[in-house]
C-alpha cells in the first residue's frame, strides 16, 4: 500500500500541531513536525512581517527535510498598541515567557491606556515550500476584542483574553470545532486550499 503523502509543519509547539492537522485533514496528508524528522536547528525569524517570518522558515527547513514544508507566523496585532505584540507576539514578555506572562504584560500595557480601544486581531501567514523553494504564500485574519479578565481553558497563548464578538467567547472558551470555523489559521487554510499549486505539491517527490 502506497503511504499517504505527508508534509512537515514547521514548529514544535504541540498545541499548534494539533489545530493545524484537524484543519488540514481534508488533504489527506500526514502532517508531520519537526521533531518527527528529527530536526533541531532553529531558523531565524528575522523579517519584519507575519509573511516573511512564514517564509524564511518554510524556505529555511524545506533546505533540511526531503517533504514540503508549512509553516505559519502568527500573532496578536492590537491597534491601541500600535499593533503590538505583532509579530513579536511569542517573545512578547521575554524568551522564556509562559502564556500567562505574555497575557499580564498584554493586559498590563492595555491597562496604562484607559479609555483606549479594545480592538485587536489575530494574523496567520502562512508559506509552504519544497526544496528551498517557496511555493504558495497566503494569509488570515480574525478580528475581535481584549478583555480583561481570563476565560476559557482551551487553546494557547492569548485565546483566553481574546474575545470573538460574534460568538461572544473568548478563543480560549471555543471548542475545536467552532476555533477551527473561525480563526485566523482557519481562514489562511481555506484560503491555501484555494491555491491551484497545492494537489501538486502535496506529495512524493518527483
Known sequence: MTPAPALVLATRNAGKLR???ALLEPLGC????????????EIEE????????????A?????????????DDSGLVVDALGGRPGIRSARYAGPDASDSDRIRKLLGELGQLPGAPRAARFVCALALARAGSPVIEVEGACSGVIIDEARGTRGFGYDPVFLFPALGKTFAELDEAEKNRYSHRAR???????????????????
Not at 500526514?30 to 536547528?41: A, E, H, I, P
Not at 524556505?59 to 509553516?71: D, M, Q, T
Open 19 to 21: 489545530e493545524f492537522q
Open 59 to 71: 524556505v529555511g527547513y524545506s533546505r533540511l527535510v526531503p517533504l514540503p514544508v508549512l509553516a
Open 188 to 206: 489562511a487554510v481555506r484560503a491555501l486550499f484555494a491555491t491551484d499549486a497545492l494537489a501538486a505539491l502535496i506529495g512524493p517527490p518527483a
Open 46 to 57: 528575522d523579517g519584519k512581517t507575519f509573511a516573511e517570518n512564514a517564509r524564511l522558515k
Open 30 to 41: 500526514r502532517v508531520l513536525c519537526l521533531g518527527d524528522l528529527g530536526v533541531t536547528r
